[in-house]
């Protein structure tokens, strides 16, 4: 469970999570493919450090034949290369009020890099799955308490989801080996759902014949309307539009101001749950919504950028804009419809106080 | 002027700085060079993206020959690399009680990378700096508003200080081009200064006959007791020692667990005011100090390796270190006597909590 707070100030706590876990600068939404240093990092234990050159990576369990792969190994298996929109769960918690107590993420937990690897099916396909195997188990190097529980991190995917085409293991990220920070030397990547299942320094996968129930899996990750509701698994990226915040800002309040005239508003949008169908943009909070127009997705499973011509008048405005996927799913403008206890999928529109001249 | 909070909790806008301006998680510290992308950043305002390719830097005002040099012009000179430790000038703020508003950072605001481009002297010769040039004034492509004023980001340098051997221009971190929130194409770089000295994303350097007097050079970065005090320039990185967290974390409190056993504790330490002569460890709080071993510096600007042993029984302990430098300044144990009206410069020692056992 996440400890719950009903005061709008933050604790040392959720500062030093801030600190280590930084969010995308949002002007970083310019870019199709995120810098390494400006995508988002959600590092729940101490970054690990594993040594590429000895690496080996066991895939065991209920498996006819046990592999042990090096670095190499995976390297020399078939290459994947794949931009990736990546998010955390726990994205938009710091808008609920009260606030679930953890990482306090506005908008910015978010990036879309250029991963390489191999798919993960064929290795267990080698691997060979026995019949009684019902979900694949992925742990890291990183250990630490959580919940009171030590444990390292680990979370499963049921054996129907890991074998899907579009899961793979990643060694490198914009074309450089994973740094430290995103997994080195290898990382799991789960497309379509939020970054908590894309296991960042791979250890084990183990093939196990009942529902893994660790503390990543079923006490974390839950949306939860209540302390006792069991809950339902977050897995999949709601629909999220973000723009680049025109204008400059003021350093403490981050507040934009803008110069009268006619400008274009970019950003970019995703779903784990389709493409993105729509963006709308609102220059009065979400009173009157425009369509944007829609550019080019990066990829299957990279972000889609959108542009909305804006003829900034002086005066103060609130910027919003919101996706609807192909599913028909969109974003809710309060975060009070989209409330849970561990203020996970949190895809409550953004906004953007600015004045202009 | 700093605004400043009474209160232990942080504003939304304190928290907001610190999602965008990561600081360098702990266990960084074990690598010589820190990974791109685990390097602290402090971003005035947005990440302004400047084309490499048309990128021109005007050297210009009191010279007999204003220049006008292009990135490959740039390359073209002779070649520096040098590790630098860099740290911002106001980390150790949120020591503090009362506390500035600003950035919030607590011990995390360091790196140490490898830094490539070319001297600044030959330049300024090149250009020609006529007698009545007092000052050279750097100014950033970055812009917005601080202090009630909208400014580009700029600070100045005597021309003494801009005249030493090792301040130079860097086009590369690392060994690649500087990614966009470290500067791209070219900064400053001042090795023994705190980092606001090293200006981002240069866009014009320019010889002056007055000493510059703009928000970031005489309203901020100043040791200040009061409001009225007209303060004396924030420069040269006081002495600071940080050492790993040993053991495994705790999630959110960050508490560090460690098993009981004889371990290392290591770490690396700085000074700007010449090199570090003596790093110190204490198990208690600072109630008794063992001398640590001192290991090499990553070159005459970057910063020292030190270890010490400990003999970790079951029970709860508050670790600490303390550097001492070549000129006989150390750290202060508690934040009080270094209390100032920014919160700059704040080199407290720092103190990690863990239970053994």
Redesign the interface.
């Given at each position: 469970m996440v400890?719950i707070s009903t005061?709008?100030?933050?604790?040392?706590?959720?500062?030093?999570?801030?600190?280590?876990?930084?969010?995308m600068?949002l002007?970083?939404l310019?870019?199709p493919v995120t810098?390494?240093?400006?995508?988002y990092?959600l590092?729940?234990?101490?970054?690990p450090?594993v040594d590429p050159a000895t690496y080996e990576l066991p895939v065991t369990g209920r498996v006819r034949n046990p592999l042990k792969l090096t670095l190499e190994d995976i390297r020399a298996r078939p290459k994947v290369t794949m931009p990736v929109m990546m998010e955390c769960g726990g994205n938009g918690r710091?808008h609920l009020s009260p606030r679930p107590?953890?990482a306090?993420?506005?908008d910015?937990a978010v990036g879309c890099a250029e991963w390489t690897g191999t798919s993960l099916r064929p290795i267990l396909e080698d691997a060979g799955l026995l019949d009684d195997a019902v979900e694949i188990l992925f742990t890291g190097h990183d250990?630490?308490?959580?919940q009171g529980v030590?444990h390292d991190y680990e979370r499963s995917l049921t054996v129907e989801s890991a074998l899907r085409d579009e899961v793979f293991l990643a060694y490198e990220m914009n074309g450089?080996p994973l740094?430290?920070?995103?997994g080195s030397p290898l990382r799991l990547v789960v497309p379509d759902w939020y970054g908590m299942a894309s296991v960042k320094w791979l250890k084990e996968i183990r093939a196990i014949e009942e529902p893994f129930e660790g503390v990543q899996q079923v006490l974390t990750y839950n949306y939860r309307q209540s302390a006792d509701d069991p809950g339902t698994p977050v897995t999949r990226k709601y629909p999220h539009a973000l723009m680049v915040?025109p204008g400059?800002?003021?350093?403490?309040?981050?507040r934009r101001?803008v110069e009268a005239g006619r400008i274009t508003i970019e950003g970019r949008a995703w779903s784990g749950f389709g493409p993105v169908e729509r963006v709308e943009f609102s220059a009065d909070g979400g009173g009157t919504w425009y369509d944007a127009d829609l550019g080019d997705a990066v990829g299957p499973y990279g972000w889609t950028s959108w542009g909305s011509e804006w003829d900034a008048r002086p005066g103060e405005y609130e910027l919003c804009a919101r996706a609807t996927d192909a599913s028909g799913k969109t974003q809710p403008v309060d975060g009070k419809e989209a409330w849970n206890q561990g203020g996970y999928g949190i895809n409550v529109v953004q906004r953007v106080p600015v004045q202009v001249g």
């Open positions: 400890p005061t709008p100030e933050f604790s040392r706590e959720e500062v030093g999570l801030a600190l280590r876990n930084p969010g600068q002007e970083g310019r870019y810098p390494i240093g400006m995508h990092l590092i729940h234990f101490d970054i450090r710091a107590i953890s306090p993420w506005y910015e250990r630490g308490l959580d030590f450089v740094p430290p920070q995103h915040p400059i800002p003021d350093f403490l309040s981050r101001h």
